[in-house]
């Protein structure tokens, strides 16, 4: 069974204090990980798509990584507008192949 | 170019009842997935539906069902509602699996 275990749970940062968000995971065979945005009452935003360790992505101040047991969001000089909930999730190879399992994500709060 | 669309937006049912959410994809996505978002137990995968197949079930009981139709568009039915089927009903698409899934909005279902 894949899962996802992300850390911390809550993280509350000053606005340019540069930090990481962890996704630990065990996935029989990694198809996709995946990182999300969410803001309050709405759906969760698609931010990247990693498929292989070493491999990684960046999209202005958000860089994730990939290795073979866990991702990190780096999350550099963070404004407060980069406050939500940001969920990391799984695809697998074989049965599970077309479902995303999901961590209970990292509530990330940017102080002014 | 138009998002993934929920309705209705919010929803209040008796226990007992049932309930259909309603979710139309992104122009030229076949694949349609729906999740269950709690606060406890995070998102949850419940089913997807590929040109009008079923291909993967999560582990919800039987009165959880869905269905897709022709033009992509799904339907969820919830029968018997309880208490704990409170949740944020989130519904996605994708035109292949390891493209990505955008996320509708979702529908809030309050059971009372």
């Known amino acids: 069974e894949d899962q996802v275990t992300q850390s911390p749970e809550a993280l509350r940062l000053q606005e340019g204090e540069s930090s990481s968000l962890n996704c630990s995971y065990t996935?029989?065979?990694?198809?996709?990980l995946f990182w999300y945005r969410q803001d309050p009452g709405k759906g969760p935003e698609f931010l990247f798509t990693?498929?292989?360790a070493g491999e990684e992505k960046e999209k202005e101040r958000l860089k994730a990584t990939l290795t073979k047991k866990e991702s990190f969001l780096h999350i550099t000089a963070p404004k407060p507008e980069d406050s939500a909930t940001y969920l990391c999730?799984?695809?697998?190879?074989?049965?599970?192949?077309?479902?995303?399992?999901f961590g209970k994500g990292t509530k990330l709060s940017v102080i002014p | 170019k138009a998002g993934v669309t929920q309705t209705p937006r919010y929803l209040i049912k008796t226990r007992g009842q049932q309930v259909t959410l309603s979710c139309s994809p992104i122009?030229?996505?076949?694949?349609v997935s729906w999740y269950q978002q709690t606060p406890g137990q995070g998102l949850q995968f419940l089913f997807e539906?590929?040109?009008?197949?079923?291909?993967n079930k999560g582990n919800f009981p039987g009165r959880f069902s869905g269905r897709q139709f022709s033009n992509s568009r799904s339907e969820m039915n919830v029968s018997t509602l309880e208490l704990g089927d409170s949740a944020l009903y989130l519904c996605?698409?994708?035109?292949?699996?390891?493209?990505?899934?955008?996320f509708g909005s979702g529908t809030r279902l309050t059971v009372v």
């Open positions: 996935v029989s065979g990694l198809r996709g």
């Open positions: 999730a799984v695809q697998g190879v074989g049965a599970g192949s077309y479902q995303l399992t």
């Open positions: 990693l498929y292989s």
């Open positions: 122009s030229g996505h076949r694949s």
């Open positions: 539906y590929f040109s009008e197949t079923q291909r």
């Open positions: 996605a698409s994708s035109q292949g699996q390891t493209i990505g899934y955008t």
